[in-house]
């Protein structure tokens, strides 16, 4: 079940090619699971952007002083996510979440293979934890059109047999 909440920025830094962005997220990161994501309210309330942008869950915290909190990695092309680049912390952001489909996983230990791109990356790494978690052999393949935009790739070799 999805629900609908007033995040606020936590953190916004540039990490490589991509931006992380850290909001505050109570009911939505206690519910979310790997392969989840949100949806954000783009240029705030007086804004010409009226239509919602995707973003797929980084990690989440669902307990800690902000309460639940969450984190979206992208890159700043558009005027949408050019304005969620600019953010600062304390600004307010409508979140909706979390949505879609999550990843299954297996009820079994098993050797695992996850392969991503760029900032599509980004969900890999919950759901390299939860895999771990279960005793799973988890092994990472990371691509990307230059070095600069890999993403992850230190916490990649933290979290994979192989890189």
Not at 86 to 102: A, E, K, Q
Request: charged content about 20%; some cysteine; glycine content about 12%.
């Amino acid at each position: 079940m999805a629900v609908q909440v007033k995040g606020e920025v936590l953190d916004n830094r540039r990490v490589g090619a991509y931006q992380v962005l850290s909001l505050t997220a109570p009911g939505i990161s206690e519910l979310t699971r790997p392969g989840h994501f949100v949806t954000l309210g783009i240029g705030g309330e007086e804004t010409s952007m009226l239509l919602r942008r995707a973003f797929a869950i980084h990690q989440v915290q669902s307990r800690g002083v902000y309460g639940g909190t969450l984190e979206i990695v992208f890159a700043a092309h558009g005027k949408g996510t050019e304005w969620l680049s600019r953010l600062h912390r304390h600004d307010s952001v409508d979140i909706v979440g979390p949505l879609g489909r999550p990843f299954a996983l297996p009820k079994e230990p098993v050797s695992c293979v996850l392969v991503a791109g760029g900032y599509g990356s980004a969900p890999m790494f919950m759901l390299a934890d939860q895999l771990r978690a279960r005793g799973c052999r988890v092994d990472v393949v990371l691509g990307a059109a230059t070095e600069s935009k890999l993403f992850g790739v230190l916490d990649a070799k933290r979290i994979a047999a192989s890189l």
